[in-house]
């Protein structure tokens, strides 16, 4: 099968692609700020530069796009049928790094809570928030 673009807008369209400052990520910060969690972004010390460091809880945030660390059973993750091989080695190296990076957060005695992107889209938005809000509360005690 070929991709029904060309190479040169294929390459455009994954260029464009951010890996920092995503909408859900933009979405967890705003919520977290609005309910008056101060925390640290990227931070540079701690493995993997995590997506949102809240240091007074001991806390660390990931927000893993469907696609790019294969979400199971997730409508947003599907297997691209044009070079199978080649995005399945992709994505399952970046499994196998998530797996590998929450073991060593775990191990340095941070509470890792992965949040997924599809989990902030449309009704499952206001659900995964207030999660995310009890989860960091339980954690303080």
Same mark, same amino acid.
């Given at each position: 099968?070929?991709?029904?673009?060309?190479?040169?807008?294929?390459?455009?369209?994954?260029?464009?692609?951010?890996?920092?400052?995503?909408?859900?990520?933009?979405?967890?910060?705003?919520?977290?700020?609005?309910?008056?969690?101060?925390? =640290?972004?990227?931070? %540079?010390? #701690?493995?993997? $530069?995590?997506?949102?460091?809240?240091?007074?809880? !001991?806390? +660390? @945030? /990931?927000?893993?796009?469907?696609?790019?660390?294969?979400?199971?059973?997730?409508?947003?993750?599907?297997?691209?049928?044009?070079?199978?091989?080649?995005?399945?080695?992709?994505?399952? =190296?970046?499994?196998? %790094?998530? #797996?590998?990076? $929450?073991?060593?957060?775990?191990?340095?005695?941070? !509470?890792? +809570? @992965? /949040?997924?992107?599809?989990?902030?889209?449309?009704?499952?938005?206001?659900?995964?928030?207030?999660?995310?809000?009890?989860?960091?509360?339980?954690?303080?005690?």
């Amino acid at each position: 099968m070929t991709d029904v673009h060309s190479k040169a807008i294929r390459s455009y369209n994954m260029s464009r692609i951010k890996s920092k400052d995503t909408k859900p990520e933009i979405l967890v910060r705003k919520f977290l700020h609005l309910n008056g969690f101060r925390f =640290r972004i990227h931070v %540079k010390t #701690i493995p993997g $530069k995590p997506d949102i460091v809240l240091p007074k809880y !001991k806390a +660390i @945030i /990931l927000i893993h796009g469907c696609f790019w660390h294969g979400h199971p059973n997730c409508k947003d993750f599907k297997i691209p049928k044009t070079r199978t091989e080649w995005w399945l080695n992709k994505i399952n =190296r970046n499994i196998a %790094k998530d #797996i590998s990076l $929450k073991k060593s957060l775990i191990d340095q005695n941070w !509470k890792v +809570i @992965i /949040l997924w992107a599809c989990q902030l889209e449309g009704g499952q938005k206001e659900h995964t928030l207030t999660s995310l809000l009890r989860q960091l509360k339980e954690n303080l005690q």
